[in-house]
């Protein structure tokens, strides 16, 4: 089986500074792979490169997305191709109905595909249901995109955005930041609802509280702009106990023996 | 400004004066009289006038407008059943500023409500002339103002519009401006006059539309008088060709208790001048302005607002939101007066500008003068281009660049536009901004 997307030696510079020094990772399809990491490690801007974030700069490496050259399409051409980031810190957009908004997208997305748009009424059906799975009150379909949204709520809506969405890919950017127990509960059966032998999510975040939820197949570490460990679940839980200051900050391979 | 472009404006004015003279009331003439006298004394205003400072007017003054009668053709009726807001409500339509009976109808079935073309009323006798005579000219006075002035001077067509006390109009009256496509030398003066009566309510909706290549000049004045208790909503639409000039002002004033909201949307006119000037006569009043204006190509859009917090516990709320694209320029200069004894007084003004182009450019002035002590007052104006942010968001989950882009100025503009009342007008405003809007056509797939 071919992965569905491959990093290979990704050097990313932001205002300046090189945050990526060569990443390298395979996720393969129905894969859940928990992407972990002290705070300015990288973790994020990871994630903003895939989704096409222009702020970022390549200095080297390639990304393939089913076989394709990722980084040279444009976020839009990229949300076609079916990748999709829920973001740690959702835009809020006055004026702009939050359903109206989603159905423009999707609706984007089949013209690319060939397929008929969905009028009004037949989306707002599938939007009825989908928001089930995050047990999004149906009124926030109405109001502005994530206008005077919770915290909690804005997570819910990336969700229930993904669920309509259907992507092959979804990034979850720290997902779980800001949640509390219960809507982290929610949010996670959302997620876990969503998981399918078609479907792979790069899971990032700091804590391994999201995991115990979303059951990881791989757990990968990034620190100091480099993978420096990758396991299976049990790494998130040797994390937990032990802290991100066991695997070093990436400057020495191994990470161990940099901080004794 | 050439003084050969202003004496062509006083040789006409009084060659219209004196085709008139004989059949005009003493007070009519004297008012058209004083308009020349004022216009010649000011002169057009140059940039070294405060209120001017952003905006030339040498393109009008140094054109040889003129008033034309223009014989309506068949497009005329497309365009009015176009735009016609649905509802029994009085419509009267204007071709290049001149009346026409065919395509209009004045009675809306309201009792208490009367609405004259103007010309019409000005050669009536009796209480309709006294009318008249007391209320033209009453807000917009010739000495403050050049523009007031040539209209004075040139007053015969326009409207008026009456509500007796206690009447509600449950129908809006429309007034239709059309420019005619073809006609480059037109120059139209339209005068409004509104008088509602004490508890009296009014929705008046004034369209000023134009085809493309016509290069005309419209010089409107809307004087507008709320009695007590009185609520009147006021709605212009200006949408003329983006050959044309217009110079448009609203003056009201506002009895004890009354409620008065203007809603100016401005898109068209290679040069679009819009003033509003309200003045609280009486305590307690309300007084809503808002405006939209949306630029492009080399469109120069001016908003000139003053209100006048002459009596105490009146509330006024303004906000102008300015879309400019291309090298179109947008100005907004915004004063608020709050006089010694209009204590109480809780105003706030705001002033918004999206730039979409590097060289598209907004000028901002607010001008607050607060001499009353015990007063809330805000004001704000921003300056800003499209949320990065935002953009990046819509684009991640798969809608096109320039179809976000609509979506973001669309939402901009929404604010302003979802407070216009009349579902019918703001349908016809969504497609007016729809055509306009950059990626227009690529967002509204």
């Given at each position: 089986?071919?992965?569905?997307?491959?990093?290979k030696?990704?050097?990313?510079?932001?205002?300046?500074?090189?945050?990526?020094?060569?990443?390298?990772l395979?996720?393969?399809?129905?894969?859940?792979?928990?992407?972990?990491?002290?705070?300015?490690?990288?973790?994020s801007?990871?994630?903003?490169?895939?989704?096409?974030?222009?702020?970022?700069?390549?200095?080297?490496?390639?990304?393939?997305?089913?076989?394709?050259?990722?980084?040279?399409?444009?976020?839009?051409?990229?949300?076609h191709?079916?990748?999709?980031?829920?973001?740690?810190?959702?835009?809020?957009?006055?004026?702009?109905?939050?359903?109206?908004?989603?159905?423009?997208?999707?609706n984007?997305?089949?013209?690319?595909?060939?397929?008929?748009?969905?009028?009004?009424?037949?989306?707002?059906?599938?939007?009825?249901?989908?928001?089930?799975?995050?047990?999004?009150d149906?009124?926030?379909?109405?109001?502005?995109?994530?206008?005077?949204?919770?915290?909690?709520?804005?997570?819910?809506?990336?969700?229930?955005?993904?669920?309509?969405?259907?992507?092959?890919?979804?990034?979850?950017?720290?997902?779980?930041?800001?949640?509390?127990?219960?809507?982290?509960?929610?949010?996670?059966?959302?997620?876990?609802?969503?998981r399918?032998?078609?479907?792979?999510?790069l899971?990032?975040?700091?804590?391994?509280?999201l995991?115990?939820?979303?059951?990881?197949?791989?757990?990968?570490?990034?620190?100091?702009?480099?993978?420096?460990?990758?396991?299976?679940?049990?790494?998130?839980?040797?994390?937990?106990?032990?802290?991100?200051?066991?695997?070093?900050?990436?400057?020495?391979?191994?990470?161990?023996?940099?901080?004794? | 400004?050439?003084?050969?472009?202003?004496?062509?404006?006083l040789?006409l004015?009084?060659?219209?004066?004196?085709?008139?003279?004989?059949?005009?009331?003493?007070?009519?003439r004297?008012?058209?009289?004083?308009g020349?006298?004022?216009?010649?004394?000011?002169?057009?205003?140059?940039?070294?006038?405060?209120?001017?400072?952003?905006?030339?007017?040498?393109?009008?003054?140094?054109?040889?407008?003129?008033?034309?009668?223009?014989?309506?053709?068949?497009?005329?009726?497309?365009?009015?059943?176009?735009?016609?807001?649905?509802?029994?409500?009085?419509?009267?339509?204007?071709?290049d500023?001149?009346?026409v009976r065919?395509?209009?109808?004045?009675?809306?079935?309201?009792?208490?409500?009367?609405?004259?073309?103007?010309?019409?009323?000005?050669?009536?006798?009796?209480?309709?002339?006294?009318?008249?005579?007391?209320?033209?000219?009453?807000?917009?006075?010739?000495?403050?103002?050049?523009?007031?002035?040539?209209?004075?001077?040139?007053?015969e067509?326009?409207?008026?519009?009456r509500?007796?006390?206690?009447?509600?109009?449950?129908?809006?009256?429309?007034?239709?401006?059309?420019?005619?496509?073809?006609?480059?030398?037109?120059?139209?003066?339209?005068?409004?006059?509104?008088?509602?009566?004490?508890?009296?309510?009014?929705?008046?909706?004034?369209?000023?539309?134009?085809?493309?290549?016509?290069?005309?000049?419209?010089?409107?004045?809307?004087?507008?008088?709320?009695?007590?208790?009185?609520?009147?909503?006021?709605?212009?639409?200006?949408s003329?060709s983006?050959?044309?000039?217009?110079?448009?002002?609203?003056?009201?004033?506002?009895?004890?208790?009354s409620?008065?909201?203007?809603?100016?949307i401005?898109?068209?006119?290679?040069?679009?001048?819009?003033e509003v000037?309200t003045?609280?006569?009486?305590?307690?009043?309300?007084?809503?302005?808002?405006?939209?204006?949306?630029?492009?190509?080399?469109?120069?859009?001016?908003?000139?607002?003053?209100?006048?917090?002459?009596?105490?516990?009146?509330?006024?709320?303004?906000?102008?939101?300015?879309?400019?694209?291309?090298?179109?320029r947008?100005t907004?200069?915004?004063?608020?007066?709050?006089?010694?004894?209009?204590?109480?007084?809780?105003?706030?003004?705001?002033?918004?500008n999206?730039?979409?182009?590097?060289?598209?450019?907004?000028?901002?002035?607010?001008?607050?003068?607060?001499l009353?002590?015990?007063?809330?007052?805000?004001?704000?104006?921003?300056?800003?281009?499209l949320?990065?942010?935002?953009?990046?968001?819509?684009?991640?989950?798969?809608?096109?660049?320039?179809?976000?882009?609509?979506?973001?100025?669309?939402?901009?503009?929404?604010?302003?536009?979802?407070?216009?009342?009349?579902?019918?007008?703001?349908?016809?405003?969504e497609?007016?901004?729809?055509r306009?809007?950059?990626?227009?056509?690529?967002g509204?797939?």
């Amino acid at each position: 089986m071919k992965p569905l997307l491959s990093i290979k030696n990704l050097h990313v510079r932001v205002a300046g500074r090189e945050v990526l020094k060569g990443i390298d990772l395979e996720l393969m399809p129905g894969e859940v792979h928990a992407i972990m990491g002290p705070n300015g490690s990288g973790k994020s801007t990871l994630s903003q490169v895939l989704s096409g974030r222009e702020t970022y700069e390549v200095l080297e490496g390639e990304v393939l997305f089913d076989g394709k050259n990722l980084l040279s399409m444009q976020p839009e051409d990229r949300a076609h191709a079916g990748v999709f980031m829920a973001f740690q810190y959702p835009v809020e957009i006055p004026g702009v109905g939050n359903l109206h908004f989603l159905r423009t997208a999707l609706n984007a997305r089949r013209r690319t595909e060939g397929k008929e748009e969905l009028d009004a009424m037949d989306f707002l059906q599938l939007a009825r249901e989908k928001s089930k799975l995050v047990e999004l009150d149906p009124t926030f379909m109405q109001r502005s995109v994530n206008e005077g949204f919770s915290g909690g709520e804005k997570k819910r809506n990336e969700i229930f955005q993904m669920a309509v969405l259907e992507p092959k890919l979804a990034i979850l950017d720290e997902t779980d930041s800001g949640l509390d127990i219960d809507a982290l509960r929610i949010v996670s059966g959302g997620i876990n609802a969503l998981r399918s032998a078609e479907r792979s999510m790069l899971v990032i975040t700091h804590y391994q509280r999201l995991l115990e939820y979303v059951v990881p197949d791989k757990v990968s570490v990034l620190a100091g702009g480099k993978i420096v460990r990758t396991g299976g679940r049990e790494l998130a839980l040797e994390l937990e106990k032990k802290g991100y200051a066991w695997l070093g900050d990436g400057r020495t391979p191994g990470g161990k023996e940099a901080r004794p | 400004m050439t003084e050969a472009g202003l004496q062509h404006y006083l040789d006409l004015a009084e060659r219209f004066q004196a085709e008139r003279a004989v059949s005009a009331p003493g007070w009519l003439r004297t008012l058209r009289q004083e308009g020349i006298a004022q216009l010649a004394r000011q002169g057009f205003p140059t940039s070294k006038n405060e209120n001017w400072k952003y905006t030339n007017v040498a393109p009008i003054s140094g054109q040889a407008f003129t008033p034309v009668r223009t014989v309506h053709e068949a497009g005329v009726e497309a365009a009015v059943a176009r735009l016609a807001l649905p509802g029994t409500g009085p419509r009267l339509v204007f071709v290049d500023g001149w009346f026409v009976r065919e395509l209009s109808h004045l009675d809306g079935g309201i009792a208490g409500l009367s609405v004259h073309s103007l010309r019409d009323a000005l050669v009536k006798d009796g209480e309709l002339l006294e009318t008249l005579e007391a209320s033209v000219g009453r807000r917009a006075r010739a000495e403050e103002h050049p523009f007031v002035a040539l209209n004075a001077a040139l007053l015969e067509e326009g409207a008026l519009v009456r509500v007796a006390p206690g009447t509600v109009c449950t129908e809006p009256v429309q007034l239709l401006f059309l420019t005619h496509g073809d006609n480059h030398v037109a120059l139209s003066s339209p005068r409004v006059v509104v008088l509602a009566g004490d508890n009296s309510e009014l929705t008046l909706v004034e369209s000023y539309m134009g085809s493309a290549p016509g290069v005309s000049f419209t010089n409107a004045v809307t004087e507008v008088v709320l009695g007590a208790g009185a609520k009147v909503t006021h709605v212009k639409l200006q949408s003329e060709s983006e050959t044309a000039f217009h110079i448009g002002s609203l003056h009201v004033e506002q009895g004890r208790d009354s409620r008065f909201a203007s809603h100016l949307i401005s898109l068209g006119g290679a040069l679009a001048r819009n003033e509003v000037s309200t003045t609280f006569a009486a305590q307690g009043g309300e007084c809503i302005l808002n405006g939209l204006y949306v630029g492009h190509g080399s469109q120069h859009l001016d908003h000139w607002t003053n209100l006048d917090h002459a009596h105490p516990r009146c509330t006024s709320r303004e906000l102008y939101k300015g879309v400019l694209d291309d090298t179109s320029r947008g100005t907004f200069h915004g004063k608020v007066l709050v006089r010694p004894d209009a204590q109480q007084t809780d105003s706030r003004q705001s002033n918004r500008n999206l730039l979409l182009s590097e060289a598209a450019m907004a000028d901002a002035r607010p001008q607050l003068e607060i001499l009353a002590d015990d007063v809330k007052c805000a004001h704000g104006a921003t300056v800003g281009r499209l949320d990065e942010q935002a953009l990046f968001y819509l684009r991640s989950r798969g809608i096109p660049r320039a179809e976000a882009e609509w979506l973001l100025t669309h939402a901009f503009a929404s604010e302003v536009v979802g407070a216009v009342p009349l579902a019918a007008l703001r349908a016809q405003v969504e497609e007016l901004l729809g055509r306009k809007l950059p990626g227009a056509k690529e967002g509204r797939a």
